[in-house]
């Protein structure tokens, strides 16, 4: 947790610090009842700037790109999932149709966890900087990155152009969006290595109470001299998603009083650490040493394939399929399902490599493995009933057995422990249907929300008697001038949600985005639309005049 302050006075406008310092100590926040005591104290005091600090500071270009640092690169700037950033950097390396250049490989090999760059390619890309950007832009001497993990095979360079001269703009004719996208981060990234530093101020400002016992921190930085930023910028990703930033005043001085007009406690005490994300989880991979670059790829896709995550607003969660799996497999096989278990293994093969007995290692590996898969032989029984039969404490509507959990192709549902002589099932996200107000359009009953492999829908309460269905509506009308349609909750083939208008083909209104309650003050249509962009930020947007404002 932390707490920031909104800060004002005549001469300046207000602005956020963060608490740094209380009592002369960092401040640790562990429960509410602390965080409550530190603003209530807080809020009676008076603040002045007891210091303003302004020094100079260095910036170099991160190195080129390996394997790793290109999958979570290419997620965070360009939102691409890390399967198809290796299926676009491929053609990329294969080749592609240049004009009267014929077939032209772009970049050098895709797959290394090397920062090792040629002598040639170091030499041909300053010419370039020199002769495009000035000498005063060229580094004083070649830039060589050392790599800083211990098991790097370096037979293959960092990723790189081929050509530093077939520059974004004089390829972007002949690739698609998407691969032009990707060859102009690892063109920049490299040009951006053998460029000057940057050069920033960085301004440091304090702000004590009277007594000097509480201590807020505010830090800004001006750009003197933009080196390698020019060509590539740096994204300084905040820790939290909704870190605010404040610019320092340009008109604080030392000795200033500052009134306190809003504070900002942070809290988190209950919240769980966040999910990984696809380029988290690729960051995490190559920390701990799991896999080789050539497998973060399918590594993940094997997630998704198998259904072990699913991708709730870009962060991956766990399906309970994926649960049930990681603690059958981590219970039974501990000495494998651990994060130490790849990396010693590749030690291991190293150390068979340079004269060690691959004998030993083999037995030392076989024997409690050997033991693990017996153990889960004679617990197999116990573990399938556990996962296959356990009971939901409900009577089959067909022929009065009990019902069990089970699972499928599509995950876990509702069956009969009768099958196969009954075949009833029912999906577990809607095992207690929830009714609604509407009307079977086959029978007049009632109808309830159900959930099939497609998304949900609403269905009759007589199934199976009745089979009767209709779309999930939302209770919202159709934005769209004149339309007296409803808006309905809809799939994709790749079961991405939208809603529609219910009198499609007559009306063809659509909208990824989630309605909301209206009315649009410009336009008065009854219905916005929840939008949420890159950084977590949430808008409202009209879906008749094109309205944007925030939510």
């Not at 799991?290 to 072990?308: H, M, N, Q, W």
Request: charged letters at 30%; a positive charge; one cysteine or more.
């Amino acid at each position: 947790m932390c707490i920031r302050d909104r800060f004002k006075n005549d001469e300046v406008e207000p602005f956020i610090a963060k608490l740094h310092r209380l009592d002369g100590n960092k401040v640790e926040i562990p429960d509410e009842d602390t965080s409550k005591r530190i603003c209530a104290r807080l809020r009676e005091e008076r603040y002045h700037v007891s210091e303003v600090k302004s020094s100079r500071k260095r910036r170099n270009p991160a190195p080129p790109y390996t394997t790793s640092t290109l999958q979570q690169e290419a997620a965070r700037r360009l939102g691409m999932p890390v399967k198809r950033t290796m299926s676009i950097a491929q053609r990329l390396y294969e080749g592609v149709e240049l004009g009267d250049r014929g077939m032209v490989g772009l970049i050098t090999y895709m797959r290394t966890d090397s920062t090792r760059v040629s002598d040639e390619a170091i030499t041909s890309v300053r010419k370039w900087i020199a002769s495009n950007f000035g000498a005063d832009n060229l580094c004083a001497k070649p830039r060589i990155y050392k790599n800083k993990k211990g098991a790097v095979q370096d037979a293959h360079e960092a990723i790189r152009p081929t050509d530093v001269q077939l520059t974004p703009s004089e390829v972007s004719g002949y690739l698609e969006p998407a691969q032009l996208k990707l060859y102009t981060l690892i063109w920049k990234r490299f040009v951006a290595t053998q460029m000057r530093a940057a050069e920033l101020d960085i301004t440091t400002v304090t702000i004590s109470s009277r007594d000097d016992d509480i201590e807020f921190r505010l830090t800004g930085q001006t750009v003197i001299f933009p080196g390698y930023m020019k060509v590539y910028e740096d994204i300084r990703r905040s820790d939290s998603k909704d870190e605010e930033k404040s610019k320092v005043p340009k008109n604080l001085t030392k000795g200033m009083p500052l009134d306190l007009i809003e504070l900002h406690p942070k809290q988190h005490f209950t919240q769980p650490p966040p999910r990984f994300t696809e380029a988290g989880l690729v960051k995490e991979l190559d920390e701990l040493g799991i896999g080789r670059p050539s497998t973060y790829a399918t590594i993940i896709s094997t997630l998704f394939d198998r259904k072990y995550v699913e991708k709730k607003e870009k962060a991956l969660s766990p399906t309970d399929l994926g649960m049930t799996v990681n603690g059958v497999l981590v219970g039974s096989f501990p000495d494998i399902f651990n994060t130490k278990f790849t990396a010693r293994m590749e030690e291991e093969l190293d150390d068979i490599e340079t004269g060690r007995d691959w004998v030993q290692v083999m037995e030392g590996f076989y024997k409690p493995f050997s033991e693990s898969i017996d153990r889960a032989e004679q617990n197999r029984d116990e573990i399938r009933d556990n996962l296959a039969n356990r009971k939901v404490g409900r009577k089959c509507p067909k022929c009065d057995r009990d019902l069990v959990f089970r699972w499928g192709k599509n995950g876990k549902f509702i069956s009969c422990s009768g099958y196969p002589e009954c075949k009833y099932s029912e999906n577990l996200e809607t095992s207690v249907p929830v009714q609604t107000d509407r009307k079977c359009p086959k029978c007049g009953a009632p109808m309830v929300v159900r959930q099939s492999k497609y998304g949900r829908f609403l269905g009759c309460s007589n199934y199976p008697k009745c089979r009767g269905v209709l779309p999930l509506f939302t209770g919202y009308r159709c934005p769209m001038e004149g339309c007296d349609g409803e808006l309905a909750e809809r799939r994709t083939k790749t079961n991405k949600i939208f809603f529609s208008c219910s009198r499609y083909p007559e009306c063809k209104f659509s909208s990824w985005n989630q309605p909301t309650d209206g009315p649009c003050p410009k336009c008065g249509a009854p219905v916005l639309f929840i939008k949420k962009s890159a950084k977590s930020e949430t808008s409202k947007t009209c879906g008749r005049c094109g309205w944007s404002g925030k939510g």
